[in-house]
C-alpha cells in the first residue's frame, strides 16, 4: 500500500474506535496527505441507504471535492484553517462527545486530574458559542482558540482534537471524553476541582513517564498500545460501548 492507502485505513480504524467509545455516531476524522496534496476525511456515521460505502472522500486545500464517496462535511473550514495554521498537526478529530459538551455548558475546562489527562494542563480551551464551522471565519476562530492545546471544547457542540498523526488526534479525543465523564462524576460526590499539590505530582509522574520511558528498549511501531489494543478487538469482531458511563 501507499502512503495515503495506509492514512485510509488508520482514518477506517479511528472512526470505528470513536463511533464505539463514544456510543456516538454523529462527527468525522481527518488527515492531512502526503506532500500536503489535500486533506482525507472519513464520516463516523454512514446514511443506511448507503450502507455499503465507506464515505472517505479527499478535498484540496479550499474544500473542493478531489475524489471519494460521499459529500464534502459542511464542517471543512474544520480542517482546512487548522492545517493551513499548524504545520505540525497532520490529523483531526471532531465529534460531538458527551460529557464534555456537559462539562462545557457547566463553564467547566477539561483539566489534568489523572495521569493520561496531565497533558491537558490547566484545562483546555472552550469556544464560548455552538457554532456550525461552516466557513472559514468560524476555522480561523478554533484555530485562534485552539492555540497549542492537543484539543478543545466548541461549547454545545462538541469538541476538537489534534494530533501528530490519526494516532494521536483520536487518543486525545478519548482521553478528553473519559476525563470529562471522571471529573462529572466526582463532583457529583463533593469534588471542587484539582489542588496545586495534585497538578505538581502529576506533572513530575509525568516527567518520571517519559524519562522511564527512554531507558526501556521496546519494539518500535507505528502506533501507541492504546492504539494497538483497539485495533486488536476490530480485528476480533469484538465491539464495546462505553456510551453515556
Not at 65 to 92: C, D, H, M
Request: charged letters at 25%.
Amino acid at each position: 500500500m501507499d502512503d495515503s492507502e495506509v492514512l485510509q485505513g488508520d482514518l477506517r480504524t479511528a472512526s470505528t474506535i470513536l463511533e464505539w467509545e463514544f456510543g456516538d455516531i454523529i462527527g468525522h476524522i481527518g488527515v492531512r496527505l502526503p506532500d500536503n496534496k489535500g486533506i482525507a476525511v472519513k464520516l463516523l456515521r454512514v446514511a443506511q441507504e448507503n450502507k455499503d460505502e465507506d464515505w472517505m472522500m479527499e478535498f484540496d486545500f479550499e474544500g473542493n471535492k478531489l475524489r471519494g464517496t460521499g459529500t464534502v462535511p459542511g464542517e471543512a473550514s474544520i480542517y482546512t484553517q487548522i492545517f493551513k495554521a499548524k504545520p505540525e498537526v497532520n490529523s483531526i478529530v471532531h465529534a460531538h462527545a458527551p460529557m464534555c459538551i456537559v462539562m462545557g455548558l457547566a463553564k467547566l475546562k477539561i483539566q489534568a486530574i489523572h495521569l493520561q489527562s496531565s497533558k491537558f494542563g490547566e484545562g483546555l480551551p472552550v469556544y464560548p458559542l455552538p457554532i456550525y464551522v461552516s466557513d472559514t471565519e468560524d476555522g480561523d476562530a478554533l484555530v485562534k482558540t485552539i492555540g497549542d492545546a492537543p484539543g478543545m471544547t466548541i461549547n454545545g457542540h462538541g469538541i476538537v482534537t489534534v494530533g501528530k498523526t490519526v494516532d494521536e488526534a483520536t487518543m486525545n479525543a478519548i482521553y478528553m471524553e473519559r476525563t470529562a465523564k471522571m471529573e462529572h462524576a466526582a463532583r457529583q460526590m463533593g469534588y471542587e476541582g484539582v489542588t496545586v499539590d495534585h497538578k505538581e505530582m502529576l506533572a513530575y509522574n509525568r516527567s518520571k513517564m517519559a524519562e522511564r520511558g527512554k531507558s526501556i528498549s521496546r519494539p518500535t511501531t507505528d502506533h501507541s498500545d492504546e492504539w494497538r489494543y483497539y485495533l486488536r478487538k476490530i480485528e476480533r469482531g469484538e465491539p464495546w460501548n462505553r456510551g453515556w458511563t
